[in-house]
């Protein structure tokens, strides 16, 4: 029946029971009195099949996703065959929460497994979506939708029922299209499984409200603070695990701050900052509610004491505090302190997307020096990892850093520099004529031998492009240099000859006169 809050009273009263131990851990398990079942259990023999299974479930209910998989995997080796599948889809789920998911599914694994079981397929998706592998994480949930009706049809479930059971996958599918920034398709998908669940499964419906409110950013704010407490349900609880569980309970803080419910967002962060004192999430949040209370210096000095003291205590945490400490230096147009306080996040301190943010926060401040010297470090970076290893994405990497900072000094005029970048471009493809054109462009403001010598690798015109000499006067010359403008001459529309040119004045002509025309009528 499973009515486990009755079946463990009748337990408890009766203490002559004392065969029903196990039942009675089950039971404080499916209440979700995973501390109470875990104290009982450990006084039990854990060698035994059953309470093995058990315990490495309240593992992975408690979120310690380690241990848990430690313990499936001892089982897989010891249960029959006919029970290897069911350790087997549990042993997917605790990965997921592991250091590395998708490493650790497929070190676990074999993967012609996941054929085998719709759950399985199910859940190592949701490893790769954890990994980031999306290409992997879609194909193991088409894997997933194909089994799953097929076993389904052969239990000869209606199509309803199908769909209805298969709205996990959909859920998952729907948050990959998010994830690579689908937006209005997975929110109508996310509506559309709100609609259709009529299942008792509450996680489906927490989820999928959860993933609404999000892809809606700061839309909708009273719905989605609806659909947020139903998602926080003690229901839900029991279905969620402690991860999506936590995510939802910090997106409802979130939400308080984006509806100025300041108070009541205050009183949360400081019973969840209980349970939670190492979260950055919180900390960025208070951080948020000491400016938006007090909109003055002090506050935004406040706000980057607390978020500084966080990350001397928390220096595992330094990323997500550093971004949020610039970004308020850069609500207040300190761009160099901003950049000054994320060149010192080693972790990420190479990466293109950091380098582009710390040339355009230098740009900002007039500060050419500091923005070149940003971007020849980031190349050297990248030129000593290729001297001690292949790799191909550091070397694609590497040259389009390369590339870029090579634009951004020909735009500010910094020929001298931009020369370096493109002379490292030009050995790796010397038949590039875009780069030989922009070496030439920048050797002629400072060294006038060198184009010559770069003139012979410019191939010469075809006899059948000889350009008329009428049409080349009728040709508007440019006012200023297009490097000195800021833009790539070489981006500009190539091939244009001079019947087309004539081809589109005489269309413009035509309708300047339309216009004269239609001007002499309405004076008529």
């Known amino acids: 029946l499973q009515d486990y809050s009755k079946a463990l009273t009748i337990i408890q009263e009766h203490n002559n029971l004392s065969d029903c131990e196990f039942e009675k851990i089950y039971c404080f398990y499916r209440l979700g009195l995973w ?7 450990s006084q039990l023999q854990v060698d035994k099949l059953g309470n093995k299974h058990l315990l490495a479930q309240i593992f992975y209910r408690i979120g310690e996703y380690e241990k848990s998989a430690k313990l499936f995997e001892e089982l897989r080796k010891e249960v029959d065959k006919d029970d290897r599948i069911s350790v087997e889809v549990n042993l997917a789920a605790s990965c997921v929460g592991r250091a590395n998911p998708s490493a650790s599914l497929e070190k676990s694994l074999p993967q012609s497994l996941f054929s085998q079981s719709y759950e399985l397929a199910f859940n190592a998706s949701c490893c790769y979506l954890e990994s980031q ?28 029922e199908i769909e209805e059971n ?33 299942s008792a499964d509450a996680s489906i419906s927490a989820v999928a409200g959860n993933n609404l409110v999000v892809a809606r950013g700061d839309k909708d704010l009273f719905d989605a603070a609806k659909r947020l407490k139903v998602a926080t349900s003690e229901s839900s609880r029991l279905k969620l695990t402690p991860k999506q569980y936590t995510t939802l309970t910090f997106n409802q803080v979130i939400l308080l701050l984006l509806m100025h419910k300041y108070d009541q967002c205050h009183e ?3 019973i969840l900052k209980k349970q939670y004192p190492e979260s950055e999430i919180l900390a960025c949040v208070e951080a948020a509610l000491i400016q938006r209370q007090n909109k003055d210096k002090d506050s935004f000095n406040s706000s980057v004491e607390l978020l500084r003291t966080f990350s001397q205590k928390n220096p595992k945490l330094n990323l997500t505090i550093s971004l949020s400490i610039a970004q308020i230096y850069v609500s207040q147009q300190k761009y160099v302190d901003a950049a000054k306080v994320l060149e010192k996040v080693s ?12 040339v355009q926060l230098y740009s900002l401040s007039s500060d050419k020096e500091n923005a070149v010297r940003v971007l020849d470090e980031t190349i050297d970076h990248y030129r000593n990892s290729m001297k001690d290893e292949e790799n191909a994405l550091e070397t694609e990497r590497f040259y389009k850093i390369v590339n870029a900072s090579a634009d951004y000094k020909m735009r500010n005029q910094l020929y001298r520099e931009a020369v370096k970048d493109l002379e490292i471009l030009s050995q790796n493809d010397p038949r590039d004529l875009r780069t030989i054109a922009k070496l030439i462009i920048a050797y002629s403001k400072f060294d006038p031998a ?23 006067e009728s040709l508007p010359a440019p006012k200023r240099s297009a490097w000195e403008k ?6 500009q529309k190539k091939g244009v000859d001079g019947a087309k040119i004539q081809k589109k004045n005489k269309k413009k002509k035509k309708k300047g006169k339309e216009k ?9």
């Open 35 to 41: 501390d109470d079942a875990k104290r009982e259990l």
């Open 133 to 160: 592998d999306f290409s992997k994480a879609e194909k193991m949930l088409q894997i997933a939708s194909d089994v799953g009706k097929k076993q389904m049809k052969s239990d000869n479930l209606s199509e309803a």
């Open 166 to 198: 298969l709205l996990p996958v959909r859920l998952q599918l729907s948050y990959l299209t998010h994830q690579l920034g689908n937006i209005d398709d997975a929110v109508a998908e996310y509506q559309d499984i709100l609609t259709k669940n009529t």
């Open 268 to 270: 949360q962060v400081e």
């Open 347 to 358: 972790t990420v301190r190479y990466t293109p997307g950091l380098c582009a943010v710390l």
């Open 450 to 472: 060198a184009v010559a010598r770069l003139e012979g690798k410019i191939p010469p015109m075809a006899e059948e492009a000889a350009l008329n000499a009428i049409e080349l």
């Open 486 to 491: 800021g833009s790539d001459p070489l981006r």
């Open 516 to 524: 004269e025309e239609k001007k002499k009528k309405s004076n008529y």
